[in-house]
């Protein structure tokens, strides 16, 4: 049988995050992310009511791999994410970032030697790094996603695939704001998190040759865990009214995005913020579970990293899909890292003083 989601009926809260240090030094402020399959950092200056990244890296480690089945991180895992960390290391130090904030998500929730693991990266690299709940990481997704929910509508179903999990965020804008109260992870109604992941499902059903019939069997597994959404009728009455729009984050819809724009290369300015029509998404769903799998690893916006793990991705994806068909997508290359960068500046009141100062933050 396979895991069962975890679900909260009532919104996440904003809590204090642990932090590094108080200390601005030159104003820099710094997101990394260690998740199932990704090892991901951000360094960025505030500026206006948003940021600058000055620098940035990300790599493929596949932390996740294998955890499904083993129950923990293997040996070669954590080589190649402790291999990427020594890189972040190297950046935080050489921008003398002081305001940081670095964390680990399910890989290192779900494997039994995970806090071990993060015991080994404080001793060869000295990141700490905390491990993420669920709950953390779905706001930290709204709060990275915000600016792109389109604020004309009733609202927004966020989904975000990731290696090892996946979240769903119903963001409500019909109901009034409390005036102390204006960010838009506190227009959280509900949300549910399933354990279940690019990296996860593949390796349950496999990665490089799938047909239909494997295809539907992926679909059919995700489908049965989206039973536990709460609040799903209510959700179901929304979206039917017309006016609600899904948001994705995720390598999956980045590249559904890269294949329908027809990039030769990817390019995250171009795919960030774009819209689909649910007939596009159809279309480019269809592109890429017809592509075999030396024809995905040849698309550049799949390519040899991704090409047995975006068809599980799709397959979550469709789920959601058929069981909440919005008719409209908006595509989001961005994610935690900005969440946390946000979250950050917001504490430290870096816009405020700005706009007291009636000038900008450079």
């Not at 990427?84 to 399910?106: H, M, N, P, Q, W």
């Not at 039994?112 to 953390?136: K, P, Y």
């Not at 992870?185 to 990296?199: C, F, Y």
């Not at 489908?223 to 209510?234: K, T, V």
Request: proline letters at 5%.
């Amino acid at each position: 049988m396979p895991p069962q989601p975890i679900q909260k009926p009532s919104p996440p809260r904003p809590t204090a995050p642990p932090i590094a240090s108080r200390s601005q030094g030159d104003g820099l402020y710094a997101a990394l992310d260690l998740g199932t399959n990704n090892c991901r950092l951000l360094i960025a200056r505030p500026r206006d009511r948003g940021f600058h990244v000055v620098d940035a890296f990300s790599r493929i480690v596949r932390l996740g791999e294998g955890v499904g089945r083993s129950g923990r991180l293997g040996d070669a895992a954590m080589d190649r994410a402790v291999e990427a960390l020594r890189i972040c290391e190297s950046k935080l130090r050489d921008r003398g970032v002081s305001r940081r904030r670095l964390i680990a998500t399910e890989a290192c929730r779900a494997a039994e030697n995970g806090a071990h693991f993060l015991d080994r990266v404080q001793s060869e690299t000295g990141l700490s790094l905390e491990i993420v709940s669920r709950e953390t990481e779905a706001r930290l997704a709204v709060a990275g996603c915000a600016s792109l929910i389109d604020p004309n509508t009733s609202g927004a179903l966020l989904f975000d695939i990731g290696g090892g999990s996946s979240e769903l965020v119903w963001i409500d804008l019909t109901r009034p704001a409390d005036r102390n109260r204006r960010r838009m992870s506190d227009r959280i109604r509900t949300w549910v998190s399933l354990p279940v992941g690019v990296v996860t499902l593949s390796e349950r059903h496999g990665g490089e040759l799938v047909d239909e019939r494997v295809f539907e069997a992926m679909v059919a597994e995700v489908a049965a865990m989206l039973a536990a959404f709460p609040e799903a009728a209510a959700l179901d009455k929304a979206i039917a009214g017309g006016n609600l729009h899904m948001l994705g984050t995720s390598g999956t819809v980045t590249t559904l995005a890269g294949v329908h724009l027809g990039l030769p290369r990817y390019d995250r300015r171009k795919v960030d913020g774009t819209w689909l029509s649910a007939d596009e998404v159809n279309r480019m769903m269809a592109v890429i579970t017809g592509m075999d799998y030396a024809a995905r690893v040849a698309n550049p916006c799949i390519g040899r990293e991704r090409a047995d793990l975006v068809l599980a991705g799709c397959a979550i994806l469709e789920a959601i899909r058929r069981r909440w068909p919005c008719q409209r997508l908006r595509v989001a290359d961005r994610g935690l890292r900005e969440g946390i960068l946000v979250e950050m500046m917001s504490e430290d009141g870096v816009w405020r003083r700005a706009a007291r100062q009636g000038g900008r933050t450079q």
